[in-house]
């Protein structure tokens, strides 16, 4: 195992939610920043807007987002993409009308040390499924459509594809009871070997912070849409 593996499996540690971390009008002013953002991308086929938190629209907001990240996790540098200056952006703002795979935001440097991603939820209903497998090679969308496999042209910032997943967990069958409830948007057979640890049922408010190791994805569990702020840590 390389020392970069070693020394982000020092850091880990459970899934944890932080309830009642940002009021209402916190939340609020969320919600304008959004509406305020430059669209990034607008993924037809996913229905997915996705808007680049940058620095600079609300200054407020961000010094209450480092200072309550700090006080959870402790000393961090951002490792989202940069934007068009080179300057950090602070995450990605993303409204989904459709349930995102199965993937893990285990970043695009292998040569940075990963540390934890965090999502706040900015409406109510939805839910985020925390697997106990990891992986460490980069940030990977795992998928047995043999057309998503063939992408290997990525632009900045693109989850490669992999299907690698299901040589690294095993091959037991994923727990049916979870998967009628949660994941009928995903393959059962893209699923396999693979065990939950935190199902994250939505809730304005509350953050969730988890090792960006984690392999996760959304739940079927929506409504119309669903707005969520990610961001992702290095060391």
Known sequence: MNEKIKEIKKLESA?????????????????KLYKDLPTTVHNKKQNVIKKRWLQGYNEKLEKIFCERLKKEIG???MDNLQ?????????????????????????????NQIYKQSLIPLSPVGSTVIFKNRFYEGST???LDPEELKKKNLSYGQNKRSSEHLKLFGDKPFD?????????HENID????????LIYKW????????????????????????IGIATFTKK
Not at 93 to 111: M, R, Y
Not at 176 to 184: A, D, F, T
Not at 190 to 197: A, C, F
């Open 176 to 184: 049916k009871e979870i998967y009628e409830k949660y994941l009928k």
């Open 203 to 226: 809730e304005v408010g509350s953050m969730l912070i988890f090792d960006r190791t984690h392999l996760h994805c959304s739940s079927s569990v929506i409504e119309g849409n669903k």
């Open 83 to 111: 934007d068009e200056n080179g300057k950090d952006i602070f995450g990605l703002i993303q409204e989904s009308h459709a349930p995102i795979g199965l993937h893990v935001d285990a970043g695009f440097e292998l040569k």
């Open 190 to 197: 893209n699923l396999k070997g693979l065990e939950v640890e």
């Open 75 to 77: 000393d961090f540098k």
């Open 15 to 31: 899934p944890k939610v932080i309830k009642n971390l940002y009021s209402k009008e916190e939340i609020e002013e969320f919600l």
């Open 141 to 143: 969308s795992f998928t």
